[in-house]
């Protein structure tokens, strides 16, 4: 694949505290504990080997949710693996979107994958790749749905609590919708096969999601861990103890986001006097501690501190961190070195570092994953026909269009020279009918004005007459710009991995050959179909 690489300071989509960590990320080592480089990875390698975890709860936890699931040896490895103290991790988490959700969601797992086999070269530790399955999330309306060659795909069903924990009511029929869209294209009954039969070993939502996930990964030995888990609950529920009786989260974390205010950086997360849910048959909801009671938000539920404890000794499932904890609870159980995400997720570990430190626990590298745009062959023909590069489509859909037509205009567009013209004639004159009358000088300016206006009103015409005439160029650029910028946004942020993979089924190992670990540039990625 051919492949343009831009600065992110370039792409208008990205944020400024996105662009200014992968640009100077040296300049928020307060925030940081180690450089998103090689070097600084190697360094994380070593410093935690002073983080121990309890591994044999971790092997026998991930040995059950892999009971049922056929095994790729390079599963196998890595899950022997992990037993060795000698063995890290690098860790992406993404909710369970619908069918992969956007593009990213994969980019994140190759980039997971990529890092480690990297680091595994570099080191003398054995990196696994891991990838946790947000299932305890509760917004059903974020992961319920996908867009594929511009329509959206939605599951529709009734729901509460914990998406991971929803049946598989539903999902018969979006597949069905997806194969009535992808018709007979070259990959699509093998793509429909795979969900299909992902869908027939599945009890509920989360193992639905893990089954794919692990048909399409497995080989490259990625584990899918999910940390809604009795056992992982467990293990962390001193955090969770601290958090219920003597909450510091939200002074911590308020405190770092005031100093990250002062170079710009906006909070990215709430933090509140409680940062966990509870799970029940009610849902999951927020736990907020009013006089002496914990009152489970929006139910009838409470606690007293007795109460609560025995609750989290016996049923230690039941609590869960919000985005506040979430990234502590899986540094805690895993025996992780690295955390790869978007911008949006590095700007709120950004913001998590005292709060490691206070609990002791390790404070991984931030990797910003890789940004890419996917150029298929209709695609590149376009740019081709139209003469532009992807440099030339930064920027708004009517800055595009109009720059374009000024480059390509078969007529002279440019007329400020005129203008100027304009502007020194009526000076002129002004200075004559100034020497006659000094009241005569403004108004003459005035009128000059008026003319000047008049002039663009002309451009103006003559822009859209050349519009008119161009229109089917103009519509071909629209549709080329929308492609890989949809609803202005990046395509990464929307498009669905099966609009390529229905024509490639080999796209993830091409994916994987060219998203290389540590790229703090955009790609433009051309495809070969």
């Avoid at 206070?358 to 890419?372: C, K, T």
Wanted: hydrophobic share 35%; proline share 4%.
């Amino acid at each position: 694949m051919k492949e343009t690489m831009i600065d992110f300071r370039s792409i208008p989509q990205l944020n400024y505290k996105d662009i200014n960590y992968t640009e100077n990320p040296e300049k928020l080592q307060e925030f940081i504990a180690f450089l998103p480089n090689e070097d600084g990875l190697l360094d994380a390698i070593n410093e935690r080997t002073k983080f121990p975890i309890n591994r044999d709860v971790l092997v026998l936890e991930l040995e059950r949710q892999y009971n049922d699931m056929s095994r790729f040896d390079a599963i196998k490895n890595n899950l022997a693996a992990l037993k060795d103290e000698d063995c890290m991790t690098v860790i992406t988490a993404h909710q369970p979107c619908l069918l992969t959700g956007p593009l990213y969601y994969i980019f994140k797992i190759i980039d997971t994958i990529n890092l480690a086999e990297y680091l595994s070269t570099k080191s003398d530790k054995k990196i696994v790749p891991v990838f946790i399955n947000g299932s305890e999330d509760h917004d059903f309306e974020e992961i319920n749905h996908f867009y594929l060659f511009g329509k959206k795909i939605s599951w529709e069903r009734p729901h509460i609590g914990s998406v991971g924990r929803l049946t598989t009511d539903g999902l018969e029929e979006v597949i069905g919708q997806l194969e009535e869209i992808l018709g007979k294209q070259n990959n699509s009954q093998n793509i429909i096969q795979l969900f299909r039969q992902s869908l027939e070993k599945s009890t509920n939502y989360n193992d639905f999601v893990r089954q794919y996930l692990h048909e399409i990964f497995g080989r490259y030995g990625l584990i899918i861990i999910n940390m809604d888990n009795h056992a992982f609950k467990a293990e962390f529920a001193n955090v969770i103890k601290q958090e219920l009786l003597n909450p510091m989260s939200k002074k911590l974390v308020s405190d770092t986001q005031q100093k990250l205010s002062l170079i710009g950086f906006g909070d990215q997360a709430h933090a509140r006097e409680i940062n966990l849910f509870y799970i029940d048959d009610h849902g999951r909801n927020r736990i907020e501690k009013q006089g002496n009671r914990y009152h489970i938000v929006d139910t009838d539920v409470s606690f007293s501190e007795e109460e609560i404890l025995m609750e989290l000794e016996n049923r230690p499932e039941r609590f869960s961190p919000n985005v506040i904890l979430r990234p502590l609870y899986q540094e805690f159980i895993l025996p992780n070195i690295a955390y790869i995400g978007g911008g949006g997720e590095i700007a709120y570990w950004l913001e998590r570092k005292s709060l490691f430190q206070h609990y002791h626990i390790f404070y991984p590298a931030l990797i910003r994953r890789n940004s890419v745009a996917l150029l298929p062959k209709f695609i590149q023909k376009n740019l081709l026909k139209l003469d532009i590069s992807v440099e030339e489509l930064l920027g708004t859909e009517d800055e595009v269009v109009n720059k374009y037509v000024y480059n390509h205009a078969s007529v002279e567009l440019d007329l400020s020279p005129f203008k100027h013209e304009i502007e020194n004639l009526y000076d002129k004159i002004a200075i004559i009918g100034g020497e006659v009358d000094a009241t005569l000088s403004p108004s003459i300016k005035a009128e000059g004005n008026e003319q000047l206006k008049k002039l663009d009103q002309i451009e103006a015409k003559i822009r859209k007459s050349i519009k008119q005439k161009e229109e089917v160029q103009l519509n071909q650029l629209r549709k080329t710009y929308q492609y890989i910028f949809p609803e202005q946004g990046l395509q990464e942020r929307r498009t669905n991995i099966i609009e390529f993979w229905v024509k490639d089924a080999d796209i993830f190992d091409k994916l994987k050959q060219h998203l290389k670990p540590f790229n703090n540039k955009f790609r433009f990625l051309e495809l070969e179909s």
